[in-house]
């Protein structure tokens, strides 16, 4: 198939109806930019490709070149001007028998469209062929209209029908395969839309079809070749990739306790025995072991989470390695480039950012952990801060194996805490502290015998002062 195809891929248009002043198609879905789509799926399939590009050209280009590097070509539409003007743009490049023509906005698509479409094109020995599908959703009527009529067919779009034509719930896919022969003649002979001055690709349908060649269809369920014009159908078009995605691993063994609102991007994976709770959502290039817990409402982004650890609910993990048996929050924030070793325990209210946690190391209660280092089998008390940064510069915290830090600790960093070593609650720690060692760092305490009943008598407070009114002092 891929030596006499070529494919080009429309994606030059101004996303209008988005309103978000940003190219729709990089907008992701599940995770990646709805352009890369197609564009990945042609280069799975070995099929030479081209996108034409226009608006925010830049970032269009850049993103498919940090994907596909050389192998895929551009053109520069300047002006967008229709479907139709997006494809002559780019004549100079066909060299190929059959050109695959593709809307950029259809990312549902897959290899068994692409070479249903292709062997029926081959098998009926069509000029064209192309790719509709039945929609009987009045409110969904922005497609162009599949119009036949006795032995001929035509495309007629939404906004350009006078008629109304609802009942027929035929629509076009945006996805082509047209001769290249007939494609450059044909193409010349576009005419501008009287209603909005485009030139159609849709009306090569009816110029083939008028000139007696053969015009083929291949029919596909309608969710396969959505189209994307507004935020609405993006998220439409979202929820069906993510549906898909949670069957996928619900079919290798993960249990969803409410799929309904999980959230799962396309490059995360799942082993087998993990159970997923309400509302998690996970992103980017997370990577969840077996018999893992992921509680409700946590959120995990570039995570590592490893064997038999459990995520407590409401916690945030992001850019993190998570190894077996840890056990996270609830209501943790672990993130930039920390490393939590095995069986560690990182409690509620606790953050820990650019920071290696050691095995069996607890850190249970409302704390701070930023660029520490922190061996094995610590304890951490609750309250306890590593200040690491004066204003200017962010400074280390060396905490070394068996440490016991006291409740309530400031550690001032640059610090040493060495092995064994301890640290009175409610301490400030501002020098290195010894292996071994006891470090007591707050102010001392002073017991005045008797004086709290002093306190307690209304001529302590003056004589206008009620009794017991102490709050006012
Ligand atoms: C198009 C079809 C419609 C079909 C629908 C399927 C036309 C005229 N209509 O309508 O029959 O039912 O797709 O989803 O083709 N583009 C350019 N340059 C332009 C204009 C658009 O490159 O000047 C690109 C867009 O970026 C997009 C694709 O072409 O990726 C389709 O354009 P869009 O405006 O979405 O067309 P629809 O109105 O959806
Ligand atoms: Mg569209």
Same mark, same amino acid.
């Given at each position: 198939?891929?030596?006499? $195809? ?22 992701? !879905? ?5 352009? $890369? ?32 590097? *050389?192998?895929?070509?551009? #053109? ?95 629509? =076009? ?41 053969? #015009? *083929? ?7 396969? !070749? ?47 025995? %993990? ?34 650890? =459990? !995520? ?80 200017? %510069? ?13 409740? =309530? ?23 290195? #502290? ?40």
């Amino acid at each position: 198939m891929n030596r006499n $195809l070529q494919a080009i891929i429309l994606a030059a248009g101004k996303s209008t109806r988005f309103n978000t002043k940003q190219s729709k198609l990089t907008e992701k !879905i599940c995770g990646q930019e709805m352009i $890369l789509y197609p564009t990945k799926l042609l280069a799975s399939l070995g099929i030479a490709t081209t996108v034409v590009v226009g608006y925010q050209r830049e970032i269009v280009e850049s993103l498919i070149r940090k994907n596909h590097g *050389e192998r895929v070509k551009f #053109v520069h539409q300047k002006e967008q001007i229709g479907t139709g003007h997006a494809l002559l743009c780019t004549q100079e490049l066909w060299d190929k028998k059959h050109i695959l023509i593709l809307n950029g906005d259809v990312p549902l698509i897959n290899s068994d469209l692409i070479n249903s479409l292709y062997q029926k094109h081959i098998k009926e020995n069509a000029q064209v062929t192309f790719v509709t599908a039945h929609n009987i959703d009045p409110s969904l009527s922005a497609y162009g209209r599949v119009v036949q009529e006795g032995n001929k067919i035509k495309i007629i779009e939404a906004k350009d029908d006078k008629e109304e034509r609802k009942e027929h719930c035929c629509i =076009n896919a945006g996805i082509y395969l047209i001769n290249k022969d007939f494609l450059q003649t044909a193409i010349h002979e576009l005419e501008k839309s009287k209603v909005t001055g485009e030139l159609y690709i849709t009306d090569l349908i009816h110029n083939a079809s008028d000139k007696g060649l053969k #015009v *083929e269809t291949v029919s596909t369920s309608f969710d396969i !070749i959505r189209g994307i014009n507004t935020l609405q159908e993006l998220w439409a078009v979202e929820q069906i990739k993510r549906s898909e995605l949670i069957k996928y691993w619900m079919d290798k063994g993960i249990r969803f306790y409410a799929a309904q609102n999980n959230h799962i991007d396309l490059n995360v994976t799942i082993g087998a025995g %993990t159970s997923i709770g309400a509302s998690v959502q996970l992103y980017g290039s997370t990577k969840i072991g077996n018999n893992c817990v992921i509680e409700a409402f946590s959120i995990l982004e570039n995570a590592v989470i490893e064997d038999h650890a =459990n !995520i407590k609910s409401h916690s945030v993990v992001k850019d993190a390695i998570i190894k077996n048996k840890s056990i996270i929050g609830p209501f943790a924030h672990v993130h930039s480039d920390t490393i939590v070793s095995t069986q560690a325990n990182i409690g509620n209210f606790v953050e820990v950012k650019k920071s290696e946690v050691g095995a069996n190391t607890k850190i249970k209660h409302l704390s701070y952990i930023g660029d520490a280092q922190i061996g094995n089998d610590v304890n951490i008390g609750a309250g306890t801060i590593t200040c690491n940064f004066n204003g200017l %510069t962010k400074e280390k915290t060396k905490i070394e194996d068996n440490v016991c830090i006291g409740s =309530n600790n400031s550690l001032i960093a640059p610090i040493c805490i060495g092995k064994d070593a301890c640290t009175a609650a409610g301490s400030v720690i501002t020098r290195d #502290v010894p292996a071994d060692a006891l470090a007591i760092a707050r102010a001392h305490q002073i017991n005045k015998e008797e004086y709290s009943k002093k306190l307690k008598q209304p001529a302590f407070y003056g004589a206008k002062k009620v009794h017991n009114d102490t709050t006012t002092v």
